[in-house]
């Protein structure tokens, strides 16, 4: 009940299109969706986050959609760049406790 | 500036050396938590400690140790129990109330 289903393992878009990782999970009590954004070499860093009782949060080109009745929630990246080339991680929390289970990631490549 | 710095940031360890990777933060934050990622994979959490003077194993823990005797500061020892060592470390820290993770840069370590 602890885990998060994270697909696809890997994605190449062109620039400027749309990239698009999903996340399942199973337990109902989770309340905190984040996602992280890693670079080679380095360590991960908080892209953006949503709770439960929205259905969808945009920053910039960033995108979260949240379907909390299929326990499933997404990251959309609007016009996609080389730079946003990376390992994107979603994760998920409850109030229970502050540990946050991640997904086994993601590695975009953006191609030019 | 606050921040969880990590140090070394490469390290090399020959067969049967423990070594100790160093991970300090000045954000306040109550808990902390250090996961082992290996080349394309997801992150392992290895130890977490959520007060001074307490931590709790995660997954991998076997082979690894921690101590928390102050609240900045949150050390990992890899010790000649385990067995596959070499693996990118990554440190992070949170408050308990507040579910966003900060992580550190990382350490490379590599049995030589």
């Known amino acids: 009940q602890q885990q998060v289903k994270q697909s696809p393992q890997s994605l190449i878009v062109q620039k400027g299109g749309i990239s698009i990782i999903n996340c399942a999970y199973e337990?109902?009590?989770?309340?905190?969706f984040p996602w992280y954004q890693q670079f080679p070499g380095k360590g991960p860093a908080l892209l953006i986050a949503?709770?439960?009782?929205?259905s969808e949060k945009k920053e910039g080109r960033f995108t979260i959609s949240f379907n909390k009745s299929a326990k499933q929630f997404s990251l959309h990246i609007m016009d996609s760049q080389p730079g946003d080339s990376a390992t994107y991680f979603c994760a998920a929390n409850n109030n229970a406790g502050n540990m946050l289970t991640f997904g086994g990631g993601t590695r975009l490549m953006v191609k030019p | 500036d606050g921040g969880i710095t990590q140090s070394p940031k490469y390290l090399f360890r020959k067969e049967g050396q423990n070594v100790t990777l160093s991970c300090e933060q000045n954000?306040?934050?109550?808990?902390m938590y250090w996961y082992r990622q290996d080349p394309g994979q997801g992150l392992r959490l290895i130890y977490y400690?959520?007060?001074?003077?307490?931590?709790q194993k995660g997954d991998i823990a076997e082979g690894y140790s921690v101590s928390r005797e102050k609240k900045e500061s949150f050390p990992l020892t890899v010790t000649s129990a385990q067995k596959n060592p070499t693996a990118f470390y990554l440190c992070?820290?949170?408050?308990?109330?507040?579910?966003?993770?900060?992580f550190g840069s990382g350490t490379r370590l590599t049995v030589v």
């Open positions: 949503i709770r439960p009782d929205v």
């Open positions: 992070a820290s949170s408050m308990v109330v507040n579910y966003g993770y900060t």
């Open positions: 400690s959520q007060i001074v003077n307490d931590f």
């Open positions: 337990n109902t009590a989770f309340d905190y």
């Open positions: 954000l306040n934050h109550d808990a």
